[in-house]
């Protein structure tokens, strides 16, 4: 994995500031440049509504850079950081079009974040960003109870689900575990598909063939990794629980087992509701308790 431009999009909002501390450990470990951005959209500076009324740019650029400052004074970056601010008519399509002209490689950006300034990151911004683009994404929340944002990813999760996209998030993931020597651990949820009362029958007839799965799902990474890849991957079988969707036994698991980070793979522009296609990832992206990484299909 070669990362030479990532791209941290800020509301200089808490959370916000708390993705930096990763957008700068991966930089770090890559040797990297980062840029960070902040997006002012049109409607930001509405004299009605002071609360919004955002400073003038050069001063935005100046509290940018004052900020940057004071976060990478430590691991000493400071010279490998841009810092641009931009106008759009919203935040998600200027990030994305930045992504594009400029051929960022990574982006790292908060969700959830709440800013007096601009309110900058609704939840929906990051999960347009994952959806449309075209690089890598990782999403860093803030304030959720047991989080683990630490930006030192020792044990990483990856979703699978048979598809290519999924492949390819875990043989991209691989490649970033192997960058900070983390383990890294394959999940495969067989989905729950039974109304109750009729679910604990299903889920015993099912666990039966868990087995079979396993080897299935070890057979098809085999032809994407290879047995030499494929003999560091743990793997696990889960037979859905509660709703019995792919995206709640995917957090559950993360949760119950310390992941410090989750890969998955997202088709983007798919509507529809199979098991890691846009919306259970994004699903994800908004519930987990800790970071999220993902991948689009890497270009042929």
Not at 152 to 170: G, N, Q, T
Request: net charge negative; charged share 30%.
């Amino acid at each position: 994995m070669k990362l030479r431009r990532l791209l941290f999009p800020t509301d200089f909002s808490d959370t916000a500031e708390h993705a930096l501390e990763h957008a700068l450990g991966i930089a770090k470990r890559f040797e990297a440049r980062i840029i960070i951005l902040h997006v002012r959209t049109l409607f930001a500076d509405d004299p009605n509504q002071p609360e919004y009324q955002l400073l003038d740019q050069g001063k935005y650029e100046a509290y940018v850079e004052e900020r940057l400052a004071e976060l990478t004074k430590e691991v000493g970056e400071s010279d490998r950081v841009d810092t641009v601010v931009l106008r759009n008519l919203s935040a998600a399509s200027g990030i994305l079009g930045f992504i594009e002209e400029e051929e960022i490689d990574m982006v790292v950006m908060g969700t959830h974040g709440r800013s007096a300034l601009s309110r900058f990151f609704l939840g929906s911004v990051a999960e347009k960003v994952v959806r449309h683009a075209q690089c890598p994404v990782m999403t860093v929340g803030h304030g959720k109870s047991e989080y683990r944002s630490r930006p030192d990813y020792r044990k990483i999760l990856a979703a699978f689900d048979f598809s290519e996209i999924s492949k390819d998030a875990i043989c991209q993931g691989l490649q970033f575990a192997e960058a900070f020597g983390a383990e890294m651990e394959v999940l495969y949820v067989v989905e729950q598909v039974i109304p109750p009362p009729l679910d604990e029958i299903w889920k015993v007839s099912v666990a039966r063939e868990v087995p079979e799965v396993l080897a299935s799902a070890r057979e098809s990474l085999n032809q994407s990794l290879g047995e030499d890849e494929l003999g560091h991957l743990k793997f696990e079988v889960r037979v859905g629980d509660a709703d019995g969707k792919a995206e709640a036994e995917i957090v559950s698991y993360a949760r119950d087992n310390d992941f410090d980070l989750v890969v998955m793979g997202t088709h983007g522009l798919s509507g529809i509701d199979h098991a890691l296609l846009g919306s259970t990832t994004e699903r994800v992206v908004r519930t987990a308790p800790c970071p999220v990484l993902t991948f689009h299909k890497a270009p042929e």
